[in-house]
């Protein structure tokens, strides 16, 4: 009489997934492991069988959220609960329910991975903000379809939804330079992630679309979260750095901490310095001066997420496509 994996994960004292992972000569645990399992499956017959359908049980898609180990950009922000949001709505108008996890780097990714499949999930989004290319590794040869959030990886062939951050930064830094008639600053995350380089990218854009030079831009470095941003600046006006009057910020937080510097220090804002963010977080509207900020379809970017997915869960030679979101400013007293 045979044993099924789950009678052999209970008699070894493992988790299913490290059972199936082994069973399955996938990566993710060790050879001494690997080999134990095997040698127990033989000792007690394990068989496969028939693949088990689920019946009367409702669909599931996984948000699984990637997290460095000194990341500081996925957290619990709004930009975060709003996609998550757009996400669970999307998934119930479907039919679906949502399961939200985190995948740390400095776990074992693939046994987590390899256990979030074996759970039976029925796909997956991957919020990949903290994601380097080699971080994706252990979600390449998963067997259940995969869009990934917030994010591109050029050379990986897979199914994207993300924002243009490019465009979005083009906007804010031309809508300055219009604005002020000089050449504007830039307050640059500290914390490398792809759409941070992306803003990059507009920001300079932006300076030879207006005939103005790449290196004459005061740029200041800063920590990508409103208390870090703020220590920062506070170091930078202390010791006598010179100020641009106006600067485009990676994002809110940051803005938002160096604009509580800025005023410290005796600057007004924005007859003195004005300063235009990225996301539109509801902080924007709150703090003194509101900040203009660039304005990011948060909800509707997790909503496409799970449209695109369950269409490549329904064809599957569905060719992978890149989705871009486009961006809007949104004009407050900072400007």
Do not use: W
């Not at 088990?52 to 959220?65: A, D, K, P, T």
């Not at 776990?107 to 903000?129: C, P, Q």
């Not at 050449?183 to 005939?211: M, T, V």
């Not at 924007?284 to 900020?293: A, F, G, H, K, S």
Request: net charge neutral; aromatic share 8%; hydrophobic share 40%.
């Amino acid at each position: 009489m045979s044993i099924t994996a789950k009678e052999l994960a209970r008699i070894l004292g493992l988790s299913p997934a490290a059972v199936s992972v082994a069973l399955n000569n996938k990566p993710g645990v060790s050879n001494e492991t690997r080999q134990r399992v095997l040698a127990a499956a033989k000792e007690y017959n394990y068989s496969s069988g028939t693949p088990h359908v689920r019946e009367n049980v409702q669909r599931s898609i996984s948000f699984v959220l990637f997290k460095k180990a000194d990341g500081p950009v996925v957290d619990d922000t709004p930009f975060f609960s709003s996609l998550t949001e757009g996400i669970a709505t999307c998934c119930r108008r479907h039919g679906f329910s949502m399961d939200m996890r985190y995948v740390y780097e400095s776990r074992d990714t693939y046994v987590e991975v390899n256990e979030l499949v074996a759970s039976g999930t029925d796909g997956i989004i991957l919020l990949a903000t903290e994601m380097k290319t080699e971080d994706f590794a252990p979600f390449e040869n998963i067997s259940v379809p995969i869009v990934i959030l917030d994010t591109y990886f050029e050379n990986i062939c897979r199914d994207y939804v993300l924002i243009n951050n490019v465009q979005g930064a083009f906007l804010a830094t031309d809508t300055l330079i219009k604005t002020r008639g000089t050449q504007p600053g830039y307050l640059r995350s500290s914390y490398p992630i792809g759409n941070f380089e992306e803003r990059a990218d507009g920001f300079y854009k932006a300076l030879r679309r207006n005939n103005l030079s790449t290196s004459k831009s005061i740029v200041h470095t800063l920590s990508p979260s409103v208390e870090g941003s703020y220590n920062d600046m506070k170091k930078i006006l202390s010791n006598g750095a010179e100020v641009a009057n106006s600067y485009f910020a990676d994002n809110d937080m940051i803005a938002i901490g160096a604009m509580r510097a800025f005023k410290e220090f005796g600057y007004n804002i924005p007859a003195d310095i004005a300063i235009i963010g990225f996301d539109n977080a509801y902080t924007c509207d709150i703090i003194n001066p509101p900040l203009t900020t660039i304005n990011v379809p948060k909800q509707e970017m997790g909503q496409l997420a799970v449209e695109r997915l369950i269409y490549i869960m329904n064809h599957n030679n569905a060719s992978p496509v890149k989705t871009q979101l486009l961006t809007s400013l949104v004009r407050r007293s900072s400007l």
